[in-house]
């Protein structure tokens, strides 16, 4: 019995010892990728916000997706500025061939244990980075890490206000998944988080094969979100309610562009048909997720009859108290 208590006692001694040393010397290596195109009026103001973070140990990957605005020569000055730290990389033949392929791109080149994004026109405070890594000793299993982001206007519409918005979840929380799939847009009402909010396990996202590139031009509505319902239907989530990440709400996007053109519904449509075909792929199935999916696609093929279904459904709830 005293043996077997002294093999315990050596046993925890050595987790907690472990456990000690991580939490002293662990200074993870954090990929930073940036995919831009066209996006000269702030790239350096994105860089300068890399640059100004407490925690130190990162690389920045700077890809370019064929820019013609002096982007470029803006990444290369910077790269050249300080060499081993910031890295420039494009396509092949300065190529466009859309944001998801510019990202892997980026994921193909990084060495860091992390990858966090940042997209070329947006910006992170400077405790970003060190908040994080923080957070990643403390939830180890989390393959992700997300937080609420501040919406810049920039001063172009005084009616819409700069705000915060969090993450459409209970945020101090881990998610085991698929929970995020139907809680969190698009087959859920809740928000979902901004790109510049996320801390990523990057053999986790290798695992997953990164974005979809499929996502292009007039279907890329849904670039982000196709890879997020990857992570959130393969692995643990933890949303924070921190906002260390502030994401550039502009009348001259690309996104709003395409808006502003009508293509949502087909987008929508696109996500739609690609998640059914990823469903089928996938070994384990989930009830909750194919009741959402069903929802959704009833919504955006036939509005009349789903107007009439779920309408009637709420009217028929009992009155609550």
Known sequence: MEQQEQSLNKTSEAVIEKVFEKEIFWNPLISVITAFMNEAEYLAQTIESVLNQTYSNW?????????????????????NRFPGKIFYYEHEGHR????????????????GEYIALLDGDDLWLPAKLETQVDLALQYPN??????????????????????DVPVGATPETIYRPPALTTILYPLGKGDAPCVGSLFINTEFVRKIGGFVESF????????????????????????????NNIYRQRPDSSMHRLLAAGNYREGRKYFLKWLKNYLREQQRKY?????????AWLLVHYPKIYNYTYGLLTKLKPASG
């Open 59 to 79: 690389e920045y990957i700077l890809v370019d997706d064929g820019s013609s605005d002096g982007c470029s020569e803006i990444a290369m000055d910077y790269a």
């Open 287 to 295: 009830s909750t997720i194919k009741k959402a999916y069903r929802k």
């Open 96 to 111: 466009n061939k859309g944001v998801c392929a510019t990202r892997n791109l980026g994921i193909s080149k990084a060495n």
């Open 216 to 243: 292009h031009g007039r279907f890329s509505f849904y670039e982000d979100q196709a890879f997020l319902f990857k992570i959130y239907y393969h692995g643990y989530v933890y949303i924070s309610s921190s906002c």
């Open 142 to 163: 989390a393959v992700m890490l997300c937080e609420a982001s501040h919406y810049l206007n920039k001063g172009r519409n005084p009616k819409i206000e700069n705000i």
